[in-house]
């Protein structure tokens, strides 16, 4: 009980303060020799529970800003934004003030915060307490101004949209808020314009990092929660991941890799290394999308998941073309079915004079030096005149004269106009995806 009487003491010499208003001043003969006397702060320092106004109908005018120094992570999963900000609050305390010439020239010093009353502004975005450090200090000018910094690592929530991952940009909003102090008692207000706090910013983090801040807007807002109206200010932060380490991990094999499957068209069709080759790349595509998944978003479907089903269902669809072109080829020069008269004439019809796949005849008169081995469809055929043909064969040869020698010959041409056709489509769907692609991701 001893003890209480000089704090309660204090209280009621400041409430009597109080009654004078503004006229109190501190009392600081002997500041620059024996450092502060704590006894003349006590009165402040006993204030600390309740906001420090003269007049309750003026509220406290907190003026705030922030430099943003990290951006630590960007969870798509949970749609968090984890970020590092230090956050400058500045603030009036009516009942501070001393004159600097009667002090030694002192304008301001710094005080455990602790010791001084803070307003509660947060983030209404934040997802998690703010853990502030302990024994953060803040600075008293003599005209009664605080200035606290704290650091802050914010987990706020955000809208995270990754459809163009890596060159995506997001809008993240922090919104600074009191917690219990409405309009009438707190009102926020701006201690540095917006593009200052971008330019800091800019220079202490942006240069390195997966994220790059573009820029940064600012909106000041009253907002009702229930009934109460609350003085807010909300900052958008813009920002945009630096795509390079996931167009070279990602987006460059993967083109490679269509690039070449494209290519093996011109491996012969009826060579038979052509599918094998097939097999190979898909079976190296898989195992690159297995490597690289861990540098896809964990949630969502961007547009690169999209591009690069579309690579996996080219290569398959390139591996089954080929199965069927060999199939074809194979068909004809073992076996070949009846050819439809429509079927006949088309071909004769497109192919003219100009042939995709040289006859045995035309081969011997040119002399293109390909050896029979080459082209083993041009062989067999005689070997196989001897078999008997097909029922169907016999329905179908009804009127026409087509030797087996010549009908293989046909539906040789046809297996090789086929593939150019189908190559042909095949890079046409490939342009016009990759086009797309380019075309949305530039958007
Ligand atoms: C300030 O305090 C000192 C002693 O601590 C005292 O001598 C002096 O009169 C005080 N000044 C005023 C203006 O109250
Ligand atoms: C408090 O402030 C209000 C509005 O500024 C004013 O009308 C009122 O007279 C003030 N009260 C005192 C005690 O100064
Ligand atoms: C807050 O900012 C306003 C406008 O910039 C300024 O007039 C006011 O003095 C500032 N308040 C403090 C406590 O710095
Ligand atoms: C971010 O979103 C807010 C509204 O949610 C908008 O006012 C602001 O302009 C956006 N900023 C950018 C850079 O797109």
Redesign the pocket.
């Known amino acids: 009980p001893r003890e209480s009487w000089p704090r309660k003491e204090g209280l009621t010499w400041s409430l009597f303060s109080i009654g004078r208003a503004n006229a109190f001043t501190i009392n600081c003969s002997g500041f620059d020799q024996y450092g502060v006397n704590p006894a003349v702060l006590q009165a402040i320092f006993d204030q600390k529970d309740f906001r420090p106004f003269i007049n309750y109908s003026i509220p406290t ?3 705030i800003s922030f430099t943003l120094s990290a951006i630590l992570e960007v969870n798509v999963q949970l749609q968090l934004l984890t970020s590092f900000l230090w956050v400058k609050m ?3 305390n009516p009942f501070i003030s001393w004159n600097p010439k009667e002090c030694g020239n002192i304008n301001k010093f710094a005080v455990t915060a602790e010791n001084l009353w803070l307003p509660d502004i947060f983030i209404v975005e934040s997802t998690d307490v703010d853990q502030i450090p302990e024994g953060l200090s803040a600075y008293m000018t003599h005209e009664g ?1 605080i200035v606290y910094n704290k650091p802050a690592r914010i987990t706020s929530v955000c809208s995270l949209d990754i459809f163009y991952f890596p060159f995506d940009q997001q809008n993240c909003t922090l919104t600074f808020s009191s917690f219990i102090y409405t309009a009438e008692t707190m009102s926020l ?3 540095r314009e917006v593009w200052e706090i971008v330019d800091t910013s800019r220079d202490i983090v942006f240069r390195q990092g997966e994220w790059e801040l573009l820029g940064i807007s600012k909106a000041t807002l009253k907002t009702f929660v229930g009934s109460r109206l609350f003085d807010r200010i909300a900052f958008f932060l813009a920002i945009r991941r630096r795509p390079s380490l996931y167009v070279i991990n990602l987006l460059v094999p993967s083109s490679f890799l269509i690039a070449i499957d494209a290519l093996s068209f011109y491996l012969p069709a009826e060579n038979e290394n052509r599918a094998p080759f097939k097999i190979t790349l898909l079976l190296g595509y898989n195992v690159f999308l297995l490597r690289m998944s861990d540098l896809l978003p964990a949630s969502g479907t961007p547009l690169i998941s999209v591009y690069f089903a579309l690579c996996l269902s080219l290569m398959v669809v390139s591996l089954l073309e080929t199965i069927f072109i060999t199939h074809l080829l194979h068909l004809a020069t073992t076996q070949p079915p009846p050819m439809p008269r429509w079927l006949h004439s088309l071909l004769l019809y497109c192919t003219g004079s100009r042939r995709c796949y040289p006859t045995a005849h035309q081969k011997e008169n040119k002399g293109l030096g390909l050896t029979p081995s080459h082209l083993p469809g041009l062989k067999e055929p005689g070997e196989l005149v001897g078999k008997e043909p097909g029922p169907r064969e016999a329905k179908r040869n009804g009127g026409s004269e087509l030797t087996r020698a010549q009908l293989t010959d046909l539906w040789m041409e046809f297996g090789c106009r086929m593939d150019t056709f189908l190559f042909r489509l095949y890079l046409l769907f490939l342009a016009s995806s990759v086009i797309t692609v380019i075309v949305l991701w530039n958007t």
């Open positions: 005018h907190v003026n500045i603030w009036n101004d207000g701006m201690d």
